[in-house]
């Protein structure tokens, strides 16, 4: 008769058989015997909520470490002489039992959640290695940035809301905007998701780990902001996935994905399969049926927005319509959608409207904002302080014979200049960068501001040549002062500051 319970016996009373007499009155005594049952009983409890529990993918990553980690506690517990070594014709079947306890402990863990790391139960003698937990994937929401024009958002359980009266979305929330519409989004690390008129978006992944946006219809704009960090951001379109690391704009039309590639890595891919991977500025179509094909045309967004003075700190404010609004924008700013209803933006602040009666403000942070006629033309101040540029370019004495209007004062000449640099800097640098310009380049950007203030690019350096499209991309935000004759404002770039 064995000296202890046979082993059969103890794993048939975990799952609730009883003992004999004579093993029962043995339990009472033997402590190896009652260590061997609460193993047996754990594993039992395993195994059971296994079997329960939907599969889930392994965690691979985690198995290795815990197989080596119950190899190197056998062998040191040999070594120590709290094991006996096992025999020859016993030695592998020893230790591929002991590696695949381990091994199965960490794939039972790993199929549900976990609180804290828990100790994994293996069968060989030893201490059990502790399980290898993975990086934990957090969801966040979605802030609303700007809503215009009627746009709208459908809530799990709540029905379709005006986007303006919601300050955050969860994962899953759709997103529709009308025709002359506007929704911007603020994700996680800087990323901007801009949703254009007559558009529907469905925010399908908002995690630490990834983030998805599906696309049914229309247009949207994926914008990752300056010093952002994490994962790529990812564009769903009918079957394909675009995941951009940079600026990109998709927008589906009728049996075909349009995708413009204004800056940064983008790969394309369609249902999981192998694909290609492109860096701006580019422009691809990706068609329902067929492989995805480059077009030979320019890299470029027409419909874009100045999104420098959105802030995703701050608070949501609602905006009073006014009629007949034909131009709007945020202090001296780039323009916004006519039909504004809300944005985040730090106060004070002033929004000027153009209409057929003439310019009105509203001044942002008020207890009651409400519109007010403006009889003097706005200064041309930045309501909101842009963040500072990358790279600071050096710049020498302005030229003697630089054209100015009479009318713009020595403080108004230097904010215009003050507001034109760091753009400039920021598409010189990024020229640079791409080995599209010299490493140091230097001469004159000029920008010519017509009676009504809109800015145009009107004379750029050779050297500088490679910036150009930058350039007369940033030119469109800026708006100053209507002056009697058309302003050239230069700003110079290289040498040493006067």
Not at 49 to 70: F, K
Not at 161 to 177: C, D, H, K, N
Not at 322 to 341: I, K, W
Not at 398 to 423: F, N, V
């Amino acid at each position: 008769m064995s000296a202890h319970i046979d082993v059969e016996a103890l794993f048939a009373h975990a799952d609730g058989v009883a003992l004999g007499a004579g093993d029962a009155a043995h339990l009472e005594t033997c402590a190896a015997c009652r260590e061997a049952l609460v193993r047996l009983t754990d594993g039992r409890a395993l195994l059971d909520e296994a079997r329960e529990a939907a599969p889930r993918e392994p965690d691979w990553a985690a198995i290795d470490p815990a197989v080596l980690a119950a190899a190197e506690s056998t062998a040191r517990a040999i070594r120590e002489g709290k094991l006996k070594a096992p025999s020859r014709w016993r030695e592998a079947t020893f230790f591929g039992v002991s590696l695949a306890a381990a091994a199965a402990g960490v794939v039972a863990l790993g199929s549900r959640p976990v609180a804290a790391p828990v100790e994994a139960v293996a069968v060989a003698p030893g201490r059990a290695p502790q399980a290898v937990e993975g990086p934990r994937v957090t969801r966040y929401e979605a802030q609303v940035l700007l809503s215009a024009a009627g746009s709208a958002v459908g809530l799990a359980g709540a029905g379709r809301s005006p986007l303006a009266s919601v300050a955050r979305l969860a994962e899953g929330a759709r997103i529709e905007t009308a025709l002359g519409g506007r929704a911007v989004l603020g994700l996680r690390d800087g990323w901007r998701v801009d949703l254009r008129g007559e558009s529907r978006a469905t925010l399908a992944t908002l995690t630490t780990a990834a983030s998805e946006v599906v696309l049914d219809a229309g247009e949207v704009a994926l914008l990752r902001g300056e010093g952002a960090t994490g994962p790529a951001l990812r564009l769903r379109a009918h079957g394909w996935q675009v995941e951009s690391e940079g600026a990109t704009v998709g927008a589906w039309r009728a049996d075909r994905l349009r995708v413009v590639v204004l800056a940064g890595r983008t790969a394309v891919s369609r249902d999981g399969a192998a694909g290609l991977t492109v860096t701006g500025p580019v422009v691809l179509e990706l068609p329902l049926v067929g492989e995805a094909q480059r077009r030979d045309e320019a890299a470029r967004d027409g419909d874009a927005l100045d999104l420098a003075a959105l802030d995703d700190a701050a608070p949501s404010l609602r905006v009073p319509q006014l009629e007949g609004v034909t131009g709007l924008s945020l202090g001296s700013g780039g323009p916004l959608p006519a039909g504004l209803e809300s944005l985040c933006v730090r106060t004070p602040a002033t929004l000027i409207a153009r209409t057929a009666r003439g310019r009105m403000t509203l001044e942002l942070g008020a207890q009651s904002p409400a519109w007010q006629r403006s009889p003097m033309v706005a200064s041309a101040a930045p309501a909101t302080p842009h963040a500072a540029p990358q790279r600071v370019l050096p710049s020498p004495p302005a030229p003697a014979a630089t054209p100015e209007a009479p009318s713009l004062t020595a403080g108004q000449r230097a904010t215009m200049a003050a507001m034109a640099r760091p753009r400039v800097v920021r598409c010189l640098a990024t020229c640079v960068e791409r080995n599209q310009c010299a490493e140091s380049p230097s001469g004159v950007v000029e920008f010519t501001t017509s009676p009504e203030g809109q800015t145009r690019l009107s004379r750029l350096d050779p050297s500088m040549a490679g910036a150009r499209r930058c350039l007369e991309h940033e030119s469109q935000f800026l708006h100053f002062p209507g002056q009697a004759a058309p302003y050239a404002m230069q700003i110079p770039v290289g040498g040493r500051e006067p």
